[in-house]
């Protein structure tokens, strides 16, 4: 079975220093990997994807995340936080085999402090 | 501007009341999926549908219906069945392998 699994279920960083929040996947094909953010009260917005291309992939917000099959892992990361990264970040599966089906993480909590 | 509507934002309730929340893409996506996420919680999957007239239980269908008439539709009826609906309802869809892209969601409120 297929699954997404997010160490974190909340991180609280200061600002200016680096992120981490950490996802780990289960899969016996190669899947695409998401990363999306959920502000407060609003839908998801896509941060970065990985689809079997280049390992380290580059996202918007200055945002990172580098897909090591060795480990399963699809950890995101940003070198400096910013007040506005304060949000709700979930890890997504699409698995391959086009079964319709995301897979989502349970999400980290992203805070961060001034 | 290409994207997912959902509508309305926020719907109220009343106990015994069928609701249909509202989901429209121009993304030509073959795939949309209807998620409900409770407060500090993740996704999770009611229906979601591949193709049109084609539609597949989620995680939490019970007391949920949903149609795929047409491609760029795919409305959500919470039915009264459904004895705790009060949750934060995201419509997505996707093409296979593609980005997934969501709606900005819709509250449902029981009163």
């Known amino acids: 079975a297929q699954s997404v699994t997010q160490l974190d279920s909340h991180v609280s960083v200061s600002e200016g220093t680096p992120v981490l929040l950490r996802c780990n996947y289960s899969?016996?094909?190669?899947?695409?990997l998401f990363w999306y953010v959920q502000h407060p009260n609003k839908g998801l917005q896509l941060l970065l994807k990985?689809?079997?291309?280049?390992?380290l992939v580059k996202g918007i917000n200055g945002f990172e995340a580098e897909f090591k099959k060795s480990e399963t892992s699809f950890h995101l990361t940003k070198p400096s936080a910013h007040m506005s990264d304060a949000a709700e970040y979930f890890c997504?599966?699409?698995?391959?085999?086009?079964?319709?089906?995301?897979?989502f993480g349970q999400g980290t909590t992203l805070q961060v402090k001034p | 501007d290409g994207g997912i509507t959902q509508s309305p934002k926020y719907l109220f309730r009343k106990e015994g009341q069928n609701v249909t929340l509202s989901c429209e893409q121009n993304?030509?996506?073959?795939?949309m999926y209807w998620y409900r996420q409770d407060p500090g919680q993740g996704l999770r999957l009611i229906y979601y549908?591949?193709?049109?007239?084609?539609?597949q239980k989620g995680d939490i269908a019970e007391g949920y219906s949903v149609s795929r008439e047409k491609k760029e539709s795919f409305p959500l009826t919470v039915t009264s069945a459904q004895k705790n609906p009060t949750a934060f309802y995201l419509c997505?869809?996707?093409?296979?392998?593609?980005?997934?892209?969501f709606g900005e969601g819709s509250w449902l409120t029981v009163v």
């Open positions: 997505a869809s996707s093409t296979s392998g593609n980005t997934i892209y």
């Open positions: 899969s016996s094909y190669s899947p695409s």
């Open positions: 990985y689809t079997s291309a280049a390992t």
């Open positions: 997504v599966v699409y698995p391959s085999g086009n079964t319709g089906k995301l897979i």
């Open positions: 993304l030509n996506h073959d795939a």
């Open positions: 549908s591949q193709i049109v007239n084609d539609f």
